[in-house]
């Protein structure tokens, strides 16, 4: 059977899971539209998590990233896993004990104020509505790459199941379908590592496999011999990678302190019953992240040995099927500078920007050797190849060798991925409008029915507009992931640390700080990414740290306002400071 | 329960936490970043540790840090009887 009909069969059975889960999982109030009304198992809430926290992302762009980065993909491993630990131990049993249903409401509560209810707010849908064009993009990309379905037509049905099981179900829905979603995901994930493993190292398990000898008989440890065609190459070593010391710090940092502010995450651990519930389940969530972000560096590192011991100074000719396959999704393309035939594989770029076949009448326009043809124009360095990071996840297993249904399961994890992603955002986004703006500013007498109905209309509203982005990606969508994570680091971070552990922590500190370290973060990376990209360079940046780790900056500068500015005014009301030492124990 | 032993249920609480963030900070940013090239002359198997750690290691210490504090907690509700009930709190 053709990778295309078994993509169709699995996708088709996971789908069906999904609007089944929908289905019966309709929610009557809002209390189980929002958290699911605190009845979730532990382990369950940390399986969903866990499909809720990793995105298309994850999934499908990370491994490949890391393989092209070397040691300095540590910055996402680390990063996107570390903030679980500040979760844990520092958010979310307080927030929990706190016991409301978002973000937004515990800093209006605790800063009893709506203006920093409101800066929450904002803060809670510019974070979202970023991440989720991501998503639906993801969804897109997919279906149109393996079931040859328009872009546009793969982002309407995936917009159409959300739309079922989170405008339906809530975060009930959400929760159970994130649970399958997971299974989905990391068994798709797996089964190609464990082949490549085997294959490559003799040992199944990747973890162990890519700290393990080759088995071609030359004795050699894996990574050592990638290091060494690294090297041959030009290429700085795999394992040292090339970034500066301080810019990897600032960028970890970024991320975990981020990953540990992001709305869709925190309210997660609204949803089970006990606080000692909430500490563990950070803990299932975190082991069952762990299992795949374990795994991608391996996978990193036998894609990127694959790839160049498959292409490196061999003719293209004698190239395997699947090169010329993904030749014509522009997605790894080969152009012959010095006419020998041969695919010279060197550090740089060897077009300037993303490929564009040449074609005419619809036809594309072959080479001397057959192969595709760009209009690009070339660069100057010696490198020949294009090769584009998510084809590492996509391709692994057609370059692996691997049966067509390995192929076909990737896209369906790469779905459930990014629907677990947006779903979860999605309700961020519907519960910031119908309940912190509409029923905590607007109409505070509304009836819980009603409320409800405008949590879904907003809902059925932001899966339209996630749907016109991932449709109409705009031309940074990759570049805005950066200011997700710095926003959360530099805005909800600071203000719910000192919420909990700063009783005298008063509301004008807070605002001070949240809005300023918005309004920084902000302006560095627009400067760097969207208006002057030219400049967007180490000699540039303040201090060598570029615009992903500026959120580190952006939260420094956000507890010295907040507490300089607290300083000048009075303490918080004397109730104010009784809530704080309430949710500090688990009872009384 | 009186005021003191809440107190000191905290105190206690701020210790543990500071404890354990003080490992994952060293361990992720210690031995992954700011002492991954002098961790690389160290090879473990096919591993030059820092890279190890950068990569691998600290995400397993992460996972340990999370339950040894909810074991460490749990045992601290139940001293200090703020445990929740089974109905939830």
Known sequence: MSVQLWTYIFVGITFSLYIGIAIWSKASSTSEFYVAKGTVNPLTNGMATAADWMSAASFLSMAGLISFMGYDGAVYLMGWTGGYVLLALTLAPYLRKFGKFTVPDFIGDRYYSQIARTVAVICALIVSFTYVAGQMRGVGLVFSKFLEVDIFWGVIIGMAIVFMYAVLGGMKGITYTQVAQYCVLIFAFMVPAFFISAQLTGNPIPQLGFGSKLVDGSDMYLLDKLDQLHTELGFAAYTSGTKSMQDIFFITVALMVGTAGLPHVIVRFFTVPKVKDARISVGYALIFIAILYTTAPAIAVFSRTNLITTVNEQPYDQMPEWFTTWEETALLNWVDKNGDGRITYAPGQAIVGSPEINRTNGEIVRGEYGEVTLLNPLTSTENELYVDRDIMVLANPEIAGLPNWVAALVAAGGLAAALSTAAGLLLVISTSVSHDLIKKQFNPDISDKKELLFARIAAGFAVLVAGYFGINPPGFVAEVVAIAFGLAAASFFPAIILGIFYKKMNREGAIAGMIVGLLFTLAYIGFFKLLYPEYNTPEYWWFGISPEGVGTFGMLINLIVSLAVGMIFPDPPEEVQEMVESIRYPRA | ?89
């Open chain 2, 1 to 89: 329960m009186n005021n003191h032993n809440l107190k000191e249920y905290w105190a206690i609480n701020i210790r543990y936490v500071l404890i354990l963030i003080s490992i994952w900070f060293v361990v992720s940013y210690g031995f992954g970043i700011l002492l991954a090239p002098t961790l690389n002359d160290i090879q473990i198997g096919g591993f030059k540790l820092g890279f190890w750690f950068a990569q691998q290691g600290s995400i397993y210490v992460f996972v340990i840090l999370i339950f040894v504090y909810v074991y460490l907690m749990n045992k601290l509700d139940i001293r200090f009887g703020v445990q929740e009930t089974e109905e939830g709190s």
